[in-house]
């Protein structure tokens, strides 16, 4: 007994020992965000919006946009070129990820011209770095205006007193106006334009915007009736036109009808979903309905139609009804069996009375499959196959499982029951195949098709 004891405790303890050293390795989770979410600037400015990543890009693996390049246009290393009164959502991907930042450009509320410490800002110099302090009275948008007279290389950059760089920049100019701009709280900061023997001049203002809240919001649809698979864009004005907040959308149930940012809706599943437009404090609602879909079916076989009205509330407590049961018919729990070839629509009627068809086009069998026999060969069991297209369209791709049996019927466990067929079937073609993969004591085989599809693009669920 004590020998047993003895052996749990050193077993105990060494199992603590090893869990102490395991340590979990985690996927390194990458950071990629926009230096800023949100931006307000003046119109006719440059401002170099950085990506915030942890991973290593080269230049060419991002791609900076603009929504609207009449307000502003962004180049592929990230300069905005503000040119309007507009809202323009700036954006980068790598293709995988994207960051965006939502960038009004508005005129300033309030426009202050500052002086450096010294009295003066700009001038000509010939030290390669010169520092011009200026003190921010109020949360701003700083203006940084350079005329070059002569021709330089520069850098401008903007430093708070911590040191840290809220601006760099390179300046290749020569005999032209260009402006900067660089978004600061109030405080003291030091403009510094690194150069060589250029002769430049400098303006800098204090650029002060206020909150402008929207006063209405509409919709131009509050209800929508849509079929699955539809898509329609809805259109919300704002008032006044440019705010300081941002126009969104959401969705109350996105399996039923989902919304991108710019107001696409795209119908995905039967049922009922509220979509919601908000600007700051203001609310718009449009009620989609989702009542129609179209579906294939196989005739003789039964499939349940309960999972097309699922995303519907109370969905087990409706209705169903055959508009024409010589071709289809419908149990109460929506399980659907095809009598004859032909087009039957499948009514679900819910509890608050809204009724959803499902328009479902009865086929016959397009495709069979039949085992000629099994063989053995070097080391392989496999079976021949006959495939047969049954229409007179041409198959391009078929899916389909093998269900192998014991020679008392049982059901095997295959390595693999899936299968495809690519290389293409003619109108009423017939032609056989050989597959492996099958057990060894398989006696039997059966063959089940999921998916056809057709050269016409039409695509049959079995």
Known sequence: MKQVRRFLSIFMAALLLTAMFIVPVQAKRITFAMSYHELTLPADGRYPLKLITNKDYASDDLVWNSSNNQVAKVSQAGMVVTRKPGVAYITVTDGVRTAECRLT??????????????GSIGGYSSKKTKVYPVKATADCVLSIQLFASTYGASTLSVYNTLGDCLLSTSVNMFKEFRTYFCPVSAGTYNIELTSKDMEYSMEVHQN???????????????????????KITLHATVKPKYTSEALMWSSSNKNVASISNKGVVKAANLGKAIISASCGKLKKSCSVVVNKMTTTAIVGRSTSFAKYVKQISNYTSGTWSSSNSSIATVTKTGTVTGKKP??????????????????????????????LGLSNEDGYRYVEVKIQNKTNKRITWIYFDILQYDRYGRRLKAPDDNYWYAEGLAPREVKTDWY?????????????????????GAVLNM
Do not use: H
Not at 208 to 230: A, C, E, H, V
């Open 105 to 118: 450009v508005q005129s300033p509320l309030k426009k202050i011209a500052l002086k450096s410490a010294d």
């Open 208 to 230: 002060q915007y206020q909150s402008i809240q929207p006063t209405r919001l509409t919709i131009d649809k509050t209800s929508l009736m849509l079929i699955r698979g539809n």
């Open 342 to 371: 032909g087009v039957a629509y499948l009514v679900f009627k819910a509890k608050d009375g809204t009724t959803y068809t499902i328009d479902t086009t009865f086929e016959n069998v397009p495709v069979t499959f039949s085992s």
């Open 436 to 456: 492996y993969w099958v057990n060894s004591n398989t006696a039997r085989v059966a063959f089940n098709v999921t998916k056809v599809y057709f050269e016409d």
